[in-house]
């Protein structure tokens, strides 16, 4: 048995930082397989699960497509990291994007034929 651990991943914290909380967590993930020696894709993805916590299991297990049975030529570590990956990446705000584009003013050194 492994004396090896992580803590919990924080799904419920400041969201505006939870890709950079994930993108933490996962790297420290990926040193504690290789340090533990773990490389069959179906005991990673328990790794991820177990060590990210319940919160983490809640998110997971409801994502479209994420807990897919083991088959011959699927990684279901892959799979499973790629679709957190996509929950948890930035969201952009339209309304925030359009208020930054308007903000955007023409500096006096530039003009239209330079660009």
Same mark, same amino acid.
């Given at each position: 048995?492994?004396?090896?651990?992580?803590e /919990? =991943? *924080?799904? +419920?914290?400041e969201?505006?930082?939870? @890709?950079?909380?994930?993108?933490?967590?996962k790297?420290?993930? =990926?040193?504690?397989? $290789?340090?533990? !020696?773990?490389d069959? *894709?179906v005991?990673? /993805?328990?790794?991820?699960?177990h =060590? @990210?916590?319940l *919160?983490?299991?809640? %998110? =997971?297990? +409801?994502i479209p @497509?994420? !807990?897919?049975?083991?088959? #011959? @030529?699927?990684? %279901?570590?892959? %799979?499973?990291?790629? /679709?957190? *990956?996509?929950?948890?990446?930035?969201k952009q705000s339209? %309304?925030? #994007?359009?208020?930054?584009?308007?903000?955007?003013?023409? #500096?006096? $050194? #530039? +003009?239209?034929? +330079?660009?």
């Amino acid at each position: 048995m492994s004396l090896l651990s992580l803590e /919990k =991943f *924080d799904c +419920n914290g400041e969201s505006t930082s939870v @890709g950079v909380r994930w993108e933490r967590w996962k790297r420290a993930l =990926f040193i504690y397989l $290789e340090a533990s !020696n773990i490389d069959k *894709d179906v005991k990673k /993805k328990a790794s991820l699960l177990h =060590f @990210g916590g319940l *919160d983490l299991q809640e %998110v =997971f297990y +409801n994502i479209p @497509g994420a !807990n897919i049975e083991p088959s #011959e @030529g699927v990684d %279901v570590f892959e %799979v499973a990291i790629s /679709k957190l *990956d996509s929950y948890f990446a930035p969201k952009q705000s339209r %309304v925030y #994007e359009r208020h930054t584009f308007r903000l955007l003013k023409q #500096e006096p $050194e #530039e +003009n239209l034929k +330079n660009s």
